[in-house]
């Protein structure tokens, strides 16, 4: 799998979090139910959900491997790659693509050869689409970083990316 | 510390007596000399600079230190997103839309301090051109029934006591102390209100299975998970009025006998979990949560957990796989939830907006409850009517209302002076319904008989541009990436189908597929696991019997008519009317563009990927699509 870090810069990273993530299993122990949050609060704090700490869940929660791989895999949430400095979100509900959030999707793949679900090789963007971010009277709606953009045109979209480096 | 363990232990109310006497000294204490400004704080607005705004207003109020004199709140969404940032003030609520920090000064100067509207920031109605100063009487909330989203611009949905102010946790408190279980799910049940999220399920006859059901432990669950693209009104109750959704928890809890709630919410709404998590926490403080609720002796908590964007864990059985922390796949359902939900435990789930109307049908009563809406759908609804609209927002309307109300009345009609093509309703599971059939009453078993369905109250809006073989395409791909894949109907059906549509959109159709699609959906719709499967076909099915013809043209005539579909598409200028600006040539990424300055440009066929960006470009409409 080409990450795009290194295999020391990742063990690196993961090294000097180690008791972050042991403290944050360690917290859900007595609610292991709630798998899904847990691996929200990881992919909040590494942006990803890194294999060793999937493995890490499994043996602290006593989740079978299995079981918490489908759950990181099933939902749209979240990520098994690193991702890249900045995320881009898409919406794509039905309001957006009407309005034509999909020429957005379209014009990041061509611009930046960036897909949905993947990274710029710069690590500069990762892109990801949602079904829909309730913004529906404001369409084509995309999210940077947390930020909501509004009307977004291609034009548009090429001036409110070049504030993000 | 000590000290602060103490004000939390002083905070909660040990009897409902005590929660009259806060709720009249909140009253008293409030000065009413105080002019009110209220900035919308929901996400839409935020979209479009609210933040800042909120931050000018704090900043003049404390530069002229008007403190005393001003009473300022950000609020949860006011409806009217469209115009954002939306700013209402004082007690007749001058209304503002499109507010700018560099506003601010002279809302203050002018509009707060002398009492004078300023023309730039009033709302001009398209229709007469005339402006209009005050929020009742802009059409849009003016034909409204706002029951649940009324309180969305009045309170800070961070702060209990203005919910408690405004008459909040008074339906708790009746049920508590003046009702018994079997009253208060009789009161429910003759109210005749029935689920918001989507099935329309008498939500009454829920709540009476579910307390008849055997078991020490049951669960109250609130199902936040607002998949429907297209629908926000979920979001923006739990962002603008958390209290409302959690009270009718915690009478529904009392109701069927339950301790133990949890609120399963997109994370994709992050404002909406953060003000639901403050809510809750306010709630345990003030003794609405937590043990011996208001001296009662009932006692129920709530956890809220965050869903982790998948369509199908709206549908209750994948729902509850999701809160038990496995992967989000629905079961067959041959026992009710109502008897077997979590942990195989008597579960009662409701949508956010049932939750919400509960405390008013228990505060009101059945009878004033039951003469809002239609003789099968009780109460209002809340559409999110959004697309090719003049006025899209948030829209709270009794049941009953005909589309045409909806979509001229309130929604000001179409954009542009473009041409109504339909309107799609019920989010994936839904169909579109064409100009002929505006003047059917929206409830629930209305848009039913028409192929479509309510669903969670999506409505959204196409014009002439817009192409049904697309928007179904549009669904279709949306479920098929959405379908679990854990029943064959489903999977493999809307695989085809996508397969299919794709084909006819690359003009590639065949005269058979409309045929093939009509049996495929009638397969899914018998043959699927769960509900999300069963309905999945609507869109292709409501756009086949409405808008035949548009398929016809795209298969036999190798045409979208609407000019959407890329294939079958053109892009060319017309030299009468291009100025040889050269904007075109700029924003055209594969360089397909040529022509000397100030002459007629053309477009090298071979070269252009039909994006459209020379079409949106060009200011002097010479770029033709068609």
């Keep these: ?132 971010l309730g913004c529906c009277a404001l369409g084509p709606v995309v999210v940077i970083d947390g930020k909501y953009e509004s009307k977004v045109t291609p034009d548009k979209l090429d001036k409110i990316l070049k504030k993000y480096e | 510390m000590v000290e602060q363990v103490r004000k939390l232990l002083d905070k909660r109310l040990k009897t409902p007596e005590e929660l009259e006497k806060l709720r009249q000294s909140i009253i008293s204490d409030k000065d009413t000399s105080r002019i009110l400004i209220s900035v919308c704080g929901g996400t839409g607005c935020r979209a479009s600079g609210a933040e800042a705004v909120v931050d000018a207003f704090a900043e003049e109020i404390e530069r002229l230190e008007l403190q005393a004199k001003i009473e300022f709140k950000e609020t949860g969404c006011h409806g009217f997103c469209e115009r954002g940032p939306v700013v209402l003030i004082g007690p007749k609520k001058i209304f503002y839309q499109h507010v700018q920090p560099e506003d601010v000064p002279e809302i203050v100067a002018e509009t707060v301090l002398q009492g004078k509207p300023i023309q730039r920031l009033l709302y001009t109605d398209p229709a007469t051109n005339e402006e209009i100063t005050y929020e009742t009487d802009v059409p849009f909330y003016k034909r409204q029934t706002r029951l649940i989203l009324g309180a969305n611009g009045e309170i800070d949905p961070t702060d209990i006591e203005q919910y408690i102010a405004a008459g909040g946790y008074s339906a708790l408190s009746k049920a508590l102390f003046h009702m018994t279980p079997e009253k208060i799910i009789s009161e429910v049940t003759d109210s005749g209100l029935r689920g918001r999220g989507g099935g329309g399920f008498p939500t009454g006859r829920k709540w009476q299975s579910c307390l008849k059901a055997k078991g020490d432990i049951k669960y109250v669950l609130c199902n936040a998970d607002e998949g429907d693209p297209g629908a926000y009104q979920d979001r923006s109750i739990l962002e603008g009025n958390p209290h409302s959704v959690i009270e009718g928890m915690i009478i529904g809890a009392y109701a069927i006998g339950s301790n133990n709630g949890y609120i399963y919410v997109r994370n994709e709404y992050p404002l909406a979990v953060e003000r639901t998590i403050i809510a809750l926490e306010q709630a345990m403080d003030y003794g609405f949560l937590g043990e011996n609720i208001l001296g009662s002796g009932f006692n129920f908590t709530i956890t809220i957990n965050k869903g982790g964007g998948a369509f199908v864990c709206g549908e209750s059985s994948a729902l509850i796989a999701s809160l038990e922390g496995k992967i989000g796949e629905p079961k067959a359902k041959y026992t009710h939830m109502s008897e077997k939900g979590l942990w195989d435990k008597p579960s009662l789930l409701n949508n956010v907006k049932t939750w919400a109307n509960v405390p008013l049908i228990v505060n009101k009563g059945t009878d004033w409850y039951s003469k809002i809406g239609t003789k099968g759908s009780k109460g209002t609804m809340i559409f999110s009517l959004v697309g090719k609209i003049n006025n899209s927002g948030l829209v709270e309307v009794p049941m009953g209302i005909t589309l045409r109300e909806m979509i001229y009345d309130i929604g000001g009609g179409i954009p542009g002076g473009k041409k109504f093509k339909a309107v799609q309703t019920g989010g994936p599971s839904g169909g579109c319904i064409p100009e002929e059939y505006l003047d059917t009453p929206v409830d629930f078993d209305e848009l039913t008989k028409l192929g479509s369905m309510m669903g969670s109250g999506g409505m959204i809006v196409m014009d002439e541009d817009n192409c049904m073989v697309d928007v179904a395409r549009y669904f279709i791909e949306f479920l098929k990436g959405e379908s679990c894949g854990k029943c064959v109907p489903c999977r493999e059906g809307l695989a085809k189908m996508s397969e299919i549509l794709n084909r006819i959109s690359h003009g590639q159709g065949k005269p058979e597929d409309i045929e093939v699609m009509t049996d495929l959906g009638e397969i899914l719709n018998n043959g699927a696991l769960c509900a999300l499967g069963r309905s999945a076909a609507n869109p292709v099915l409501s756009t086949i019997k409405y808008f035949k013809d548009e398929y016809l043209a795209h298969i036999n005539d190798k045409k979208c008519p609407a000019g959407v579909c890329r294939e079958l598409i053109e892009y060319s200028i017309d030299p009468d009317k291009c100025t040889g600006c050269g904007a075109c040539v700029r924003a055209c990424s594969t360089n397909a563009i040529s022509g000397e300055k100030k002459e007629p440009h053309v477009i090298n066929q071979g070269m252009c990927i039909k994006c459209g960006a020379c079409y949106d470009t060009c200011k002097f409409d010479a770029v033709i699509k068609g």
Excluded: W
Aim: net charge negative; with cysteine.
């Design chain 1, 1 to 132: 799998m080409d990450t795009g870090l290194d295999f020391t810069t990742i063990q690196t990273i993961l090294e000097s979090n180690a008791e972050k993530v042991e403290k944050l299993i360690e917290s859900y122990i007595s609610k292991k139910e709630q798998l899904i949050s847990l691996l929200q609060d990881v992919q909040a704090e590494f942006n990803y959900i890194p294999q060793d700490v999937i493995i890490r869940i499994s043996q602290r929660l006593e989740i079978p491997l299995s079981q918490v791989f489908s759950v990181a895999t099933f939902f749209q949430a979240f990520s098994l790659k690193p991702r890249g400095r900045h995320t881009i979100t898409v919406c794509l509900g039905t309001a957006c693509h009407i309005k034509g959030g999909q020429r957005l999707v379209d014009k990041l793949g061509r611009d930046y050869d960036l897909k949905p679900g993947e990274t710029t090789e710069d690590m500069r963007f990762s892109l990801e689409t949602a079904n829909c």
